[in-house]
């Protein structure tokens, strides 16, 4: 997790949900997934200007191919966090995606890492070609 | 993942459930991770002989501390699977255990990967030594 | 909660899974209607000869229009339940159908109420009447 | 659903996260119910000045009792909704709180409906009275 992304990063602020919360009284582990992908969601759409909705009429979808999650602390009831996202790589092929997730009130890392994603077919789920125009909207 | 788990490997089958579907008419990718704890936890009961209740009642929990996921294709509505996990490595700092689910009517791959484990203290969440009868209940 | 249902009633067991088990340690509240949905795509398939698959094939799909649901006592981690279904009511309009969720160990009720579902068109998410060949085959 | 809240109504806004899209590429049924929870919880902090934080640390919890809900037009990808509460009724053996969850962009309801609350001692998971410090800390 040394190199930092090439490209811009961006950041997003949520707030965890009551039903986020599992038996060991914290976030459920696979629920940081979700707010990587809220995350995402939002900052295609804010700062990409390509929100995942374009790609869905077009009929494209992204979806992760291989993910990596690094757990530090965990985040509780009532906690703010920023998930702050940024591709180190893209290309035809796909993209990764580094994350950070941080509790704001210590401002410490609740878990960091990447997913690679690809881009598929909503309508049969096979993986297509990033097109160039798609390339260059995300290598801001 | 060329490595094969050192000890033993148990399979549990299970079968998607309508809400694990997506917006992609497929398993959601972060539900993955929790047919893999429904397994452990199945697995920990009959094979381990040592039932997560156990751990919750003596005041310990196993909680995820990384993981990394291979997505390779995806299960759908009504699919039957089946997760194999077998641990890697285990000692006093935590355990790694390995997993690969498979779509039951192909036989085919749906993701693999791994997750490393520590165990904590459920009253203030802190990671605890696993202690040599532990280990040696896990070493099978 | 007195009318039996008029028509047949089917039973599925599943198991509660540990993503389902909230902060007060017992299955979370909403995850029930989960299980109301899983026995219902359970039984559309093995008791009524049409599987969910098969109106989403022909651009439909059944949605949740009322939901009533009275609690009585949690599932936990481990339990074993049932889930037993049965139409009330059907017409072209749509159809009322009574759950009651039993814990298998003890055979008391987890939950009982009524969903009303209607048919959508899943192309753009609009009522559709109920046809007299659904209303057949459903009128087991 | 004639009757109004004899209590205050207080108003959060949320925006509905991706994992929250089902296979009907709308808000899944249940997670409403999630919706309301996270405005009690936000509502019982800012409003009530009594954070369910502050309950659980005292050893109570809320807990759902019974539930209906109508639901009248589905919340979809990207879409913020408000969510208004209000205590119809509050007594020892609980309370009825109405709630109406609105799209924001269109001011329509998307569902309506009410939660009957007890209050339960975490320890064992028992219903107990509420004190009469807390009915008149929530009678505003």
Partial sequence: MNS???YSTFTSEF???PDDID???HVHNSTYFDYVLAARYE???LHYKMPMEEFLKQGYGWVVRT???DYKRALGLGDTFTV???IETINSKG???KFSIKISKTGKIACDGWFDYVMINTSNGKSVKVSDEMIQKYSV
Same sequence: chains 1, 2, 3, 4.
């Fill in 95 to 97: 993209c990764r995606v």
């Fill in 43 to 45: 900052q295609m759409e």
């Fill in 4 to 6: 930092s992304p090439k």
């Fill in 15 to 17: 707030k965890v949900r």
């Fill in 23 to 25: 038996m060991f009284n």
């Fill in 67 to 69: 993910a990596f999650v």
């Fill in 84 to 86: 702050e996202t940024g």
